[in-house]
């Protein structure tokens, strides 16, 4: 896992106004060395209304703090009423954008194929996506665990270049550990984690494969932080309500420490 810079990704999902959004980048970029922020890449996945103030933030006092958005729309422009293309992500300077995420795939109904083109909508704006994948407590119970999110990594990622694929950040988010409070055990993470890497050796080379940053999500706090990434398939997190706290936040990005 060393060659993989980790990537801890903070999803505020529809949290935070103005105000508060400028308080929390501040914050976060001020409780963390240039060193730990050279080290482990730190990013922020703010709701779309403040990306412009996060993106003047960054901006204006160069913080080593990138961003990204939450979704992308599959469409480039036009009647589309409430989407937002990814051109106009990247006007506004984002680096990443969430494809899949289980709140996404659940209450906005997106299957496999509307993920897919999303992922492949993000690197024709030159952003980078972050697939998300994971399973359901029925899933998991019925042992069905690696077998569902391999899928969801085959099909989000189908029809891309052996160069895009190697570029992609893919989250195994179990979805019964998403803001539960339970986290699955550094075990459970490792295990999901090694196969999806595998898979994607099996499909991609493992060039490709160990290229790839595969982070986990669900429910990762300070506390926890350490064991999880002591897995060496496990490249960082993706972080939902520990990322709307800024000491909280820059302690998981010192996991190190
Ligand atoms: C998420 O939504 O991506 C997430 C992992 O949330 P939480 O950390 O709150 O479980």
Same mark, same amino acid.
């Given at each position: ?34 060193k ?22 960054v901006?204006?006092?160069?913080l ?17 009423? #409430? ?42 704006n ?46 195994y ?40 940053r ?25 972080? #939902? ?17």
């Open positions: 896992a060393d060659a993989r810079r980790p990537l801890m990704a903070g999803n505020w999902k529809m949290n935070l106004n103005h105000f508060e959004a400028n308080l929390l980048v501040q914050k976060l970029a001020a409780s963390l060395s240039e730990q922020l050279t080290d482990v890449e730190v990013a922020v996945l703010p709701p779309f209304t403040d990306l412009r103030t996060v993106q003047t933030a901006d204006g006092d160069k080593l703090i990138v961003y990204g958005a939450q979704d992308i729309s599959t469409h480039k422009s036009g009647a589309y009423t #409430g989407e937002v293309a990814g051109s106009m992500l990247e006007k506004l300077g984002c680096t990443y954008v969430l494809a899949g995420h289980s709140e996404r795939r659940e209450y906005h109904n997106e299957d496999d194929a509307t993920v897919n083109a999303k992922v492949k909508a993000a690197f024709e030159n952003l980078t996506p972050i697939l998300c994948v994971g399973e359901g407590l029925s899933v998991r119970e019925e042992n069905g665990h690696v077998a569902h999110c391999t899928s969801q990594v085959d099909a989000g990622l189908a029809g891309l270049k052996p160069e895009q694929v190697k570029q992609v950040v893919i989250a988010e179990p979805v019964w550990a998403i803001g539960t409070g339970k986290t699955a055990t550094p075990e459970d993470a490792q295990e999901v984690c090694g196969e999806i890497r595998a898979q994607l050796a099996k499909v991609h080379g493992s060039e490709v494969a160990d290229a790839v595969v982070l986990y999500g669900g429910s990762v706090k300070a506390a926890n932080i350490a064991q999880i990434m002591a897995k060496p398939d496990v490249d960082g997190a993706l972080i #939902g309500g520990a990322s709307l706290d800024a000491e909280e936040f820059a302690s998981i990005a010192r996991f190190k420490e």
